[in-house]
């Protein structure tokens, strides 16, 4: 059985920092990308990050220059610095084999003042 669990959110003030990760465990078998999504109240979820078996990233626009993705084997981070009111929202989790996608739990993550 595939499990994703996460951690590392929280409530953090504008401007501040939080670092999430993910493990993957079980039978997940080969990892083509890992990744974080996040989906805010009333909205739809969105990517924010993506890491390939070959160590590619991919960002969306509106967490450039402050996100950063990283992996290290079975595990993703997401370092979030600079933090805005409007990167407020449940992030999940993202493992993409050739076979399926897994998802984790989510982590909340909250920013204000």
């Known amino acids: 059985q595939v499990q994703l669990v996460e951690s590392g959110g929280g409530l953090v003030q504008p401007g501040g920092s939080l670092r999430l990760s993910c493990v993957a465990s079980?039978?997940?078998?080969?990892?083509?990308?890992m990744g974080w999504y996040r989906q805010a109240p009333g909205k739809q979820r969105e990517l924010v990050a993506t890491?390939?078996?070959?160590?590619r990233t991919n960002y969306v626009d509106s967490v450039k220059g402050r996100f950063t993705i990283s992996r290290a084997e079975n595990t993703v981070y997401l370092q979030m610095n600079s933090l805005k009111p409007e990167d407020t929202a449940v992030y999940y989790c993202?493992?993409?084999?050739?076979?399926?996608?897994?998802w984790g739990q989510g982590t909340q993550v909250t920013v204000s003042s």
């Open positions: 079980g039978s997940i078998g080969n990892i083509y990308r």
């Open positions: 890491i390939t078996s070959g160590a």
């Open positions: 993202q493992v993409r084999t050739p076979i399926r996608d897994y």
